[in-house]
């Protein structure tokens, strides 16, 4: 019987790139589902599509999840045994002034992904879910086994949603479904809009970057590799739902229904002004640095605890802080040159 194909959506993105080219090196077939919209510049996705479109074992298709018919249709044709499904409208800033945005993608898209593993037989799908669930929680470090019911933007409402959305499909349907809360990833071919890839640019065009609260934000950067070997080594471990589980003190991170939330972080957080030198360092440029008061939708800290990941996968991220930024300040100005 022939190796049923993997589907990455959000393939053309950061993450979802990532997972496709660990997925092709172990030897499957990979179906790359992405609508390569303009949220940032298409060119560095063009680029990462045209580094999986080396692999004969990788199929691309362009698609908006939120295309209802496009993507049943997608579904029906190939009855992919496990989803990865990274595509996602991201971005907490970007929310506060593109709302629509976040329910098309995020909750529309999600829904067609969700209805599609249920009429055609899908064993597994792991979904992003992101830290920024957390919300106003001040409990450090972040626990799946918290509360999360009080997101700070509509990017990490929309998030949350989609882990409650999946409960009721694993609930209803049985189909068995994981949540992945990442943190703060970064590394080589990362997004523009994040924090590690604007600094990078600013400092080496002598423009003054923006540190908010101060400089004094801390997140649990999360190198990328890390996040792409955890997701590959959970899709082979659909979750099974805990029998023990009590409706009268329910946990938040599991279900009787066959569904499960893990984070994804690096368990080691680090101010803002410390990854900035370690970039001008590596970038051999002072920084011009703007102190600015916290942004609305915005957290102080991010942390994770990872204990749920490291016991049933035997993994924990724990690249170091100063070797991700000497590896990805050396693919920037590589990337750069050409």
Same mark, same amino acid.
């Given at each position: =019987?022939?190796? !049923? @194909? ?16 660990? %997925? %092709?090196?172990?030897? /499957? ?18 680029? &990462? %599509? ?5 692999? $004969? ?10 295309? &209802? ?17 990274? $595509? ?19 909750? !529309?898209?999600?829904?067609? #992904? ?8 899908? /064993? +597994? ?32 409402? @929309? ?6 959305? $999946? +409960?009721?499909? @694993? ?8 949540? *992945? ?12 809009? =994040? ?8 400092? *080496? ?8 609260? +101060? ?21 082979? /471990? ?33 101010? *803002?002004? +410390? #990854? ?17 008061? =916290? ?5 102080? $800290? ?6 749920? *990941? ?16 000497? &590896? ?11």
């Amino acid at each position: =019987m022939p190796q !049923q @194909s993997i589907l990455v959506t959000g393939a053309a993105g950061f993450i979802g790139f990532h997972v496709a080219q660990q %997925l %092709l090196s172990q030897g /499957r077939d990979v179906v790359g589902v992405d609508s390569v919209n303009d949220y940032y510049d298409p060119t560095l996705k063009e680029a &990462r %599509l045209e580094l999986l479109k080396r692999d $004969a074992k990788f199929t691309f298709v362009k698609l908006d999840l939120a295309d &209802r018919a496009a993507t049943a249709a997608l579904f029906a044709q190939h009855a992919f045994s496990q989803v990865v499904h990274l $595509a996602a409208q991201a971005g907490v800033r970007y929310s506060l002034q593109h709302p629509h945005a976040y329910i098309d993608a995020n909750i !529309q898209g999600f829904l067609n #992904v969700l209805e599609g593993c249920r009429h055609n037989g899908c /064993r +597994h799908l792991l979904f992003a879910s992101s830290s920024s669930v957390y919300g106003a929680n001040t409990k450090l470090p972040f626990s799946v086994h918290d509360n999360v019911d009080h997101p700070v933007s509509l990017y990490a409402a @929309s998030k949350k949603a989609n882990e409650l959305m $999946a +409960h009721a499909y @694993s609930h209803l349907y049985g189909i068995p479904t994981t949540g *992945l809360r990442f943190f703060t990833v970064y590394g080589p071919w990362g997004r523009p809009d =994040m924090a590690m890839f604007i600094f990078a640019k600013a400092i *080496l065009a002598g423009e003054p970057i923006k540190l908010f609260n +101060h400089g004094k934000m801390r997140r649990d950067f999360t190198y990328i590799d890390d996040i792409a070997e955890a997701i590959v080594r959970l899709i082979g /471990r659909a979750p099974q739902g805990e029998p023990a589980w009590d409706g009268s003190q329910p946990d938040p991170a599991s279900s009787k229904a066959p569904w499960k939330i893990y984070n994804i972080g690096n368990s080691h957080p680090e101010e *803002l002004t +410390h #990854v900035v030198s370690l970039l001008e360092k590596e970038l051999g440029k002072t920084a011009r640095k703007e102190l600015l008061p =916290m942004q609305p939708g915005d957290v102080e $800290a991010t942390y994770a605890d990872v204990a749920a *990941l490291e016991r049933e996968i035997g993994f924990r991220p724990s690249t170091p802080i100063e070797v991700g930024i000497a &590896r990805f300040a050396k693919w920037y100005g590589e990337f750069h040159r050409k």
